[in-house]
């Protein structure tokens, strides 16, 4: 039985004003409340199962009060309660914390990477608080996304301390988690190859998962992609990411959204854009056949285009750009699962695949004798055709629907 996803919208996409480098919002801007309402309503219609937020698309921050979610009397604390109340009434789950180290000037060059170590007491005092608001909300993941932590020029970069920052700073998260018994029980890097900074220093997957293998607890951390938008950026391949972080299990939940490849960060809804609905359906196709069971969660925004300017219909088109959303997930989803039930394709799959059970076993054994000893019939192997060509193209017919 293929399993249907169970799938999260977070605060920022439904909040977003679409701005972009050359002009201002064109939505109209709307409360945490309001979106906590328009989220509620999503998970009353069975769209949505959960939610997840920065700390400042959930309350404002003033780094001279950094514990006033504590503080029961404070305005913060109050909206907090207000929003865990409203999302429950949805039966929305909220499910990830991340920490805005990105809007605020005091980290514009970077949060917990910084050279200036003011700075990075400042960020990571603003975790710690990001971590007690997720876990206040019942989150189960913190989602450290790259934000700043990156560089423009070569020479203003500390580079025998930067990564040893990143792991103080990472390092950091299940240590406080397990001394306040937060409901944080893991966490992810969401890696990007550049914006907002010119270049990151955690561009890829692989520097992820590498870092994450010299953290204290390795197993607390995992890796989210963001497919298309994060490795299609810089014409890597997003599918080749899930795949790998998939295989060392550091698959811990996607973003997702589409994206032209080797352009900005697009951002757009899922399918919608110039390339890249097939890439979607195989990713979808591969996680349901390899049984992986984590959640999707969109990271993207409505087009500037589709927007109503103006305060009239400024909840209306976020309820619609949240249907239109799981409506085009949703419509991968199925072609996804129909391609699995598919025998031609299996069939195609195994003969470009060349199963042979014996071999394989002496493979994986890895016994260096039996593999130097192993007789193969170089000329028949050498004549064989590879399908791969008639393989895409029964992809192809089945993707348009012939
Ligand atoms: C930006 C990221 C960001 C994270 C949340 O490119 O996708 O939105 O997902 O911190
Ligand atoms: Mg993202």
């Not at 009239?312 to 419509?331: F, G, N, S």
């Not at 060349?354 to 004549?383: M, P, R, W």
Request: net charge negative.
């Amino acid at each position: 039985m293929i399993q249907e996803r169970k799938l999260s919208m977070p605060f920022w996409c439904v909040g977003n004003p679409v701005g972009d480098p050359f002009g201002p919002g064109v939505l109209t801007g709307v409360s945490s409340i309001e979106v906590a309402e328009l989220l509620a309503a999503a998970g009353r219609k069975g769209l949505i199962n959960y939610s997840a937020a920065h700390d400042d698309d959930l309350v404002p921050w003033d780094p001279a009060k950094p514990e006033d979610d504590l503080d029961e009397s404070s305005e913060v604390y109050k909206t907090l309660v207000q929003i865990k109340k409203i999302l429950t009434s949805g039966n929305i789950k909220f499910n990830m914390i991340g920490c805005a180290l990105h809007p605020d000037p005091v980290f514009r060059n970077g949060g917990i990477a910084n050279p200036d170590p003011r700075v990075r007491l400042l960020a990571a005092q603003k975790v710690m608080r990001a971590l007690r608001i997720g876990s206040f909300l019942g989150a189960d993941f913190f989602t450290y996304w790259v934000a700043r932590d990156g560089f423009e020029t070569q020479f203003s970069v500390p580079w025998d301390k930067t990564y040893r920052y990143l792991q103080e700073a990472l390092n950091l998260v299940p240590r406080y988690c397990k001394a306040n018994n937060l409901t944080i029980k893991h966490a992810t890097i969401e890696y990007k190859p550049n914006e907002p900074r010119g270049e990151m220093f955690l561009p890829t997957v692989g520097h992820s998962v590498a870092l994450i293998s010299t953290l204290e607890n390795p197993d607390f951390w995992g890796v989210n992609p963001e497919v298309l938008q994060h490795d299609a950026m810089t014409n890597l391949s997003p599918v080749a990411a899930v795949a790998f972080a998939m295989y060392m299990k550091k698959l811990f939940f996607l973003h997702v959204g589409s994206q032209k490849p080797g352009q900005f960060d697009n951002d757009n809804p899922p399918t919608i854009g110039m390339d890249g609905l097939k890439e979607m359906v195989s990713i979808i196709y591969f996680i349901n056949k390899y049984n992986w069971n984590g959640y999707i969660e969109f990271d993207n925004h409505m087009l500037r285009t589709d927007t109503i300017p103006g305060d009239a219909d400024r909840l209306a088109v976020r309820d619609k750009y949240i249907e239109m959303t799981v409506d085009a997930y949703r419509t991968v989803e199925r072609k996804a699962n129909q391609l699995l039930g598919e025998n031609t394709i299996d069939a195609m799959q195994q003969s470009v695949w060349k199963d042979d059970s014996e071999l394989e076993t002496l493979l994986s054994e890895g016994n260096i004798e039996k593999i130097a000893e192993s007789k193969i019939d170089y000329t028949q192997v050498v004549s064989e055709p590879i399908e791969i060509g008639a393989l895409d193209l029964t992809v192809n017919k089945k993707l348009l629907g012939f």
